[in-house]
């Protein structure tokens, strides 16, 4: 009979914090008593938990499980905001699974001997490595080896409960991740010069609403020399597929043979379809199914988020993008909407409008829509995020939905309001922004090949997200898991991009006065080197007395401000909240100093406009991102009969 109880509570620690331990569910067997091992061990992470991380929402992890509430991840189509807070979570909270090793070497009084590394950190981020190194780097599995064939795995599991047998959970883990896994064996047995490997493989549940896991502590052991496939899918058409893109066609659909295969359709291309400059590779098509079949919680996108401080933005991708040329393609077409905006190239440091209007005389940047309206009469300033989102593209199924076609494979421009004024509204300045993106994108495509390129990661997430859905459903699929095995090219994409600080001049509404731009990456540039080098950074509370100090009461948005911050001393707010108060500090100091340092040459021939009549305004920065989720568009696609033609 098995009994359950609460052995002990003890703290363990890590890093600098603490772990919070609890032994729960006693072995079962003949002969054992009360002092039995325990067979499941609670260990819980929230003393060693950043709390003032930023997540996708620009939200710090602590507001996110605060509003989450225990709350576990909720049945499709149920409590969508939970949904919502455990996507948000899932990236940053993912990485927590190295504190099972530690708690689990507390319980044997000893950690093992060798002592074993994490496999995921033999590869360095954005160094050329199997595709499968990402999910290990950011503990989807963690998987330790001692370098001579013992291997420790840590596998999630559904079937991790307190009630369960341990070793079994742990078997039946392994077994539904082996398709995984098994090429993370095959290099492992490569390294050890084919020996076998001894197995020792934990399984545990997160539970990260509760910043917690219940991990197995008796482990299943095995000795493992095949790795080949124990299921019965058939085999992917690598040299197919490696084929097609070597003749440089363009991806238009697919549809499922007998037998579980994947015929790929394509048309000529000219030039080929490629990205970043190169043609599409079988490690792209790696990197699209890691993405949406591995990616986790989060669905595959790309953005320029909040940061602690206002002179730089955080670089977020969903599905495990980083590092790749897809993201890499997503970052740069989310910069060129600062271009969109302004007119200017962060990456080149230069003023493109007249370049962009060599080619495309009607282009007209954000501002200058902003400007020529009449009706901008009154705003000093507007925050808006200029996205590209799925919405245009067009998929077609067939009713059993085993053929894919692209009607369409285009993103689509669409922007949202940051700030409060107005919310929910959308500009006529901002909407005519957006409908000449769209109107005129293979014009702006020339110019900006990244914008093309936009098109090929559109049809491979797609292609992806189609065979997903075709497996839910039930048809036969080969083993993709297969390409998690190919090689990545070197690729690391930045973690974090400057803000574009820039002193803009607009004249009066409906004004037909030249927009100036300035930008002030120099400013930018200052305000990184003062910033605290550590993470976490300086305590939230001394970084806000800090910011405070920054403020000009001579100006009055600074002086209530302070006044604000000032009355936040008698407050209980959280540290998030008082980071928040510290970059709402940060943004009017950093502003006050563009506003205030404008090259000598720029203030004359602003003074010249300003005696002539003209009342000049600034605009604050726009920042864009990317939705990368297909989902929507195959829900639009199904029942849609189409007959494909061509090679």
Same mark, same amino acid.
């Given at each position: 009979?098995?009994?359950?109880?609460?052995?002990?509570?003890?703290?363990?620690?890590?890093?600098?914090?603490?772990? !919070?331990?609890? *032994?729960?569910?006693?072995?079962?067997?003949?002969?054992?008593?009360?002092?039995?091992?325990?067979?499941?061990?609670?260990?819980?992470? $929230?003393?060693?938990?950043?709390?003032?991380?930023?997540?996708?929402?620009?939200?710090?992890?602590?507001?996110?499980?605060?509003? @989450?509430?225990?709350?576990?991840?909720?049945?499709?189509?149920?409590?969508?905001?939970?949904?919502?807070?455990?996507?948000?979570?899932?990236?940053?909270?993912?990485?927590?699974?190295?504190?099972?090793?530690?708690?689990?070497?507390?319980?044997?009084?000893?950690?093992?001997?060798?002592?074993?590394?994490?496999?995921?950190?033999?590869?360095?981020?954005?160094?050329?490595?199997?595709?499968?190194?990402?999910?290990?780097?950011?503990?989807?599995?963690?998987?330790?080896?001692?370098?001579?064939?013992?291997?420790?795995?840590?596998?999630?599991?559904?079937?991790?409960?307190?009630?369960?047998?341990?070793? &079994?959970? $742990?078997?039946?883990?392994?077994?539904?991740?082996?398709?995984?896994?098994?090429?993370?064996?095959?290099?492992?047995?490569?390294?050890?010069?084919?020996?076998?490997?001894?197995?020792?493989?934990?399984?545990?549940?997160?539970?990260?609403?509760?910043?917690?896991?219940?991990?197995?502590?008796?482990?299943?052991?095995?000795?493992?020399?095949?790795?080949?496939?124990?299921?019965?899918?058939?085999? !992917?058409?690598?040299?197919?597929?490696?084929?097609? *893109?070597?003749?440089?066609?363009?991806?238009?659909?697919?549809?499922?043979?007998?037998?579980?295969?994947?015929?790929?359709?394509?048309?000529?291309?000219?030039?080929?379809?490629?990205?970043?400059?190169?043609?599409?590779?079988?490690?792209?098509?790696?990197?699209?199914?890691?993405?949406?079949?591995?990616?986790?919680?989060?669905?595959?996108?790309?953005?320029?988020?909040?940061?602690?401080?206002?002179?730089?933005? %955080?670089?977020?991708?969903?599905?495990?993008?980083?590092?790749?040329?897809?993201?890499?393609?997503?970052?740069?077409?989310?910069?060129?909407?600062?271009?969109?905006?302004?007119?200017?190239?962060?990456?080149?440091?230069?003023?493109?409008?007249? &370049? +962009?209007?060599?080619?495309?005389?009607?282009? &007209?940047?954000?501002?200058?829509?902003?400007?020529?309206?009449?009706?901008?009469?009154?705003?000093?300033?507007?925050?808006?995020?200029?996205? #590209?989102?799925?919405?245009?593209?067009?998929?077609?199924?067939?009713?059993?939905?085993?053929?894919?076609?692209?009607?369409?494979?285009?993103?689509?421009?669409?922007?949202?309001?940051?700030?409060?004024?107005?919310?929910?509204?959308?500009?006529?300045?901002?909407?005519?922004?957006?409908?000449?993106?769209?109107?005129?994108?293979?014009?702006?495509?020339?110019?900006?090949?990244?914008?093309?390129?936009?098109?090929?990661?559109?049809? %491979?997430?797609?292609? #992806?997200?189609?065979?997903?859905?075709?497996?839910?459903?039930?048809?036969?699929?080969?083993?993709?898991?297969?390409? %998690?095995?190919?090689?990545?090219?070197? *690729?690391?994409?930045?973690?974090?991009?400057?803000?574009?600080?820039?002193?803009?001049?607009?004249?009066?509404?409906?004004?037909?006065?030249?927009?100036?731009?300035?930008?002030?990456?120099?400013?930018?540039?200052?305000?990184?080197?003062?910033?605290?080098?550590?993470?976490?950074?300086?305590?939230?509370?001394?970084?806000?007395?800090?910011?405070?100090?920054?403020?000009?009461?001579?100006?009055?948005?600074?002086?209530?401000?302070?006044?604000? +911050?000032?009355?936040?001393?008698?407050?209980?707010?959280?540290?998030?909240?008082?980071?928040?108060?510290?970059?709402?500090? @940060?943004?009017?100091?950093?502003?006050?100093?563009?506003?205030?340092?404008?090259?000598?040459?720029?203030?004359?021939?602003?003074?010249?406009?300003?005696?002539?009549?003209?009342?000049?305004?600034?605009?604050?920065?726009?920042?864009?991102?990317?939705?990368?989720?297909?989902?929507?568009? *195959?829900?639009?696609?199904?029942?849609?009969?189409?007959?494909?033609?061509?090679?």
């Amino acid at each position: 009979m098995r009994r359950t109880r609460m052995a002990q509570r003890r703290r363990w620690p890590v890093r600098g914090a603490v772990l !919070l331990l609890s *032994l729960v569910g006693l072995g079962s067997g003949p002969g054992e008593g009360p002092d039995a091992a325990p067979a499941w061990l609670w260990v819980d992470y $929230a003393g060693i938990l950043h709390g003032r991380a930023l997540t996708h929402s620009g939200e710090p992890v602590e507001t996110v499980l605060a509003r @989450l509430g225990g709350r576990p991840f909720p049945p499709p189509g149920e409590r969508p905001e939970d949904a919502t807070a455990h996507q948000l979570l899932d990236p940053l909270l993912e990485p927590y699974a190295f504190v099972l090793p530690d708690a689990l070497d507390w319980f044997a009084g000893a950690p093992p001997d060798p002592l074993p590394v994490e496999l995921g950190w033999l590869w360095q981020p954005g160094e050329r490595q199997p595709a499968w190194a990402e999910l290990l780097r950011a503990r989807a599995y963690l998987v330790e080896s001692d370098g001579a064939g013992g291997v420790r795995v840590f596998v999630p599991s559904p079937h991790a409960t307190e009630q369960a047998d341990p070793e &079994r959970a $742990a078997r039946q883990a392994w077994e539904e991740a082996w398709p995984v896994l098994r090429h993370v064996c095959a290099a492992l047995q490569r390294e050890a010069n084919a020996q076998a490997l001894r197995l020792v493989v934990h399984a545990y549940r997160h539970e990260p609403e509760r910043t917690r896991f219940l991990l197995g502590v008796r482990p299943w052991r095995t000795s493992l020399r095949e790795t080949r496939a124990t299921d019965d899918r058939p085999a !992917l058409d690598l040299q197919a597929w490696e084929a097609f *893109l070597r003749a440089g066609l363009r991806l238009e659909g697919a549809r499922l043979v007998e037998g579980g295969g994947i015929e790929l359709f394509g048309s000529p291309s000219e030039p080929p379809p490629g990205l970043l400059g190169e043609p599409l590779s079988l490690s792209d098509l790696a990197v699209a199914y890691r993405a949406v079949f591995h990616g986790g919680r989060a669905e595959p996108y790309m953005s320029l988020d909040r940061a602690l401080a206002p002179h730089a933005s %955080l670089v977020l991708f969903g599905g495990r993008l980083r590092d790749t040329r897809i993201g890499l393609v997503s970052l740069l077409c989310d910069v060129r909407f600062k271009t969109f905006s302004q007119g200017w190239d962060v990456l080149r440091g230069s003023d493109l409008r007249e &370049r +962009i209007r060599a080619a495309l005389p009607g282009f &007209r940047t954000h501002l200058e829509h902003l400007a020529a309206d009449p009706g901008s009469a009154g705003f000093a300033g507007q925050q808006t995020r200029l996205w #590209f989102y799925p919405d245009d593209v067009e998929l077609a199924l067939s009713p059993q939905g085993d053929v894919l076609a692209f009607r369409r494979a285009r993103m689509t421009a669409a922007s949202e309001r940051a700030d409060a004024e107005l919310p929910g509204a959308v500009p006529p300045w901002t909407r005519a922004t957006v409908e000449a993106i769209n109107r005129d994108y293979d014009a702006l495509a020339s110019a900006f090949p990244e914008l093309a390129d936009l098109d090929q990661v559109a049809r %491979l997430l797609s292609l #992806f997200s189609w065979l997903r859905l075709a497996r839910d459903e039930g048809q036969g699929l080969p083993d993709l898991d297969v390409l %998690l095995a190919l090689e990545l090219p070197e *690729l690391r994409t930045p973690r974090a991009f400057p803000q574009l600080l820039a002193f803009d001049a607009l004249p009066p509404p409906g004004g037909d006065g030249p927009v100036v731009v300035v930008a002030r990456d120099d400013v930018a540039g200052a305000l990184a080197r003062l910033e605290s080098p550590w993470d976490p950074p300086l305590p939230a509370r001394e970084r806000l007395r800090r910011a405070s100090e920054l403020l000009d009461p001579r100006f009055p948005e600074h002086r209530a401000l302070r006044e604000e +911050i000032a009355r936040s001393e008698a407050a209980q707010l959280t540290e998030g909240e008082l980071d928040l108060l510290a970059y709402r500090a @940060l943004r009017l100091a950093m502003h006050q100093r563009v506003l205030s340092a404008v090259p000598g040459e720029v203030q004359e021939s602003l003074r010249a406009r300003a005696q002539a009549g003209e009342r000049l305004r600034v605009f604050s920065v726009g920042i864009g991102g990317l939705d990368l989720d297909m989902r929507a568009a *195959l829900r639009r696609a199904r029942g849609r009969l189409v007959r494909l033609a061509g090679s």
